[in-house]
């Protein structure tokens, strides 16, 4: 009974630290792109550092292998977010801190719920300005025209930046990154 106990402990230990230092750097992180509209690299790297650190001095090379397997999911991930211009470089670097501290695992957890929030800003922003119906109505003549002409070259699918619908993507994170701990923990 006792030695349950202990690998308990030893499990809850390997996830409360990374839990805190998590919680820190959303909240730090919160805080600067609210006022700065970025995420200093200071942050996000030292962040990624010390999950580094972390899970490899608990674990040896297997921790080190979840930490580096976290990060590169978390760059490889929101790369393709930051292509479409969906998201800023920081973001990108911010998640990949979380791969690295929390693993691939909590970070597509995150990722995913962070996503869920930000349509749910973007669509509540839309109603908020009374875009809804003009943005809904382009994008059904869009994808009548892809029906026309098959041919997505002949299409204007980029807005143009005043017509863009932005905000700080930190909004939806800290709601996903609570829900993916609710859930998960």
Request: glycine residues 6%; proline residues 2%; contains cysteine.
């Given at each position: 009974?006792?030695?349950?106990?202990?690998?308990?402990?030893?499990?809850?230990?390997?996830?409360?630290?990374?839990?805190?230092?998590?919680?820190?750097?959303?909240?730090?992180?919160?805080?600067?792109?609210?006022?700065?509209?970025?995420?200093?690299?200071?942050?996000?790297?030292?962040?990624?550092?010390?999950?580094?650190?972390?899970?490899?001095?608990?674990?040896?090379?297997?921790?080190?292998?979840?930490?580096?397997?976290?990060?590169?999911?978390?760059?490889?991930?929101?790369?393709?977010?930051?292509?479409?211009?969906?998201?800023?470089?920081?973001?990108?670097?911010?998640?990949?801190?979380?791969?690295a501290l929390m693993g691939t695992s909590f970070?597509?957890?995150?990722?995913?719920?962070?996503?869920?929030?930000?349509?749910?800003?973007?669509?509540?922003?839309?109603?908020?300005?009374?875009?809804?119906?003009?943005?809904?109505?382009?994008?059904?003549?869009?994808?009548?025209?892809?029906?026309?002409?098959?041919?997505?070259?002949?299409?204007?699918?980029?807005?143009?930046?005043?017509?863009?619908?932005?905000?700080?993507?930190?909004?939806?994170?800290?709601?996903?990154?609570?829900?993916?701990?609710?859930?998960?923990?």
């Open positions: 009974m006792e030695r349950s106990i202990v690998i308990c402990n030893k499990e809850v230990e390997k996830t409360i630290v990374p839990g805190i230092l998590l919680i820190i750097f959303i909240i730090a992180a919160f805080y600067t792109d609210i006022r700065t509209c970025k995420i200093p690299n200071l942050l996000t790297v030292s962040t990624a550092f010390l999950g580094i650190v972390y899970h490899t001095s608990i674990e040896k090379w297997q921790g080190l292998l979840f930490s580096l397997t976290g990060l590169m999911s978390g760059l490889l991930a929101l790369s393709v977010l930051y292509l479409f211009k969906a998201i800023g470089a920081g973001d990108v670097k911010l998640f990949a801190a979380i791969g970070m597509f957890h995150i990722l995913f719920y962070s996503i869920l929030y930000a349509g749910l800003i973007g669509f509540f922003i839309m109603i908020w300005k009374k875009e809804l119906g003009r943005r809904i109505s382009m994008l059904l003549k869009q994808i009548w025209l892809l029906f026309i002409f098959k041919d997505a070259k002949q299409l204007e699918f980029v807005a143009r930046n005043k017509e863009l619908l932005t905000f700080p993507f930190m909004l939806a994170v800290v709601p996903g990154t609570a829900t993916a701990a609710f859930y998960l923990i």
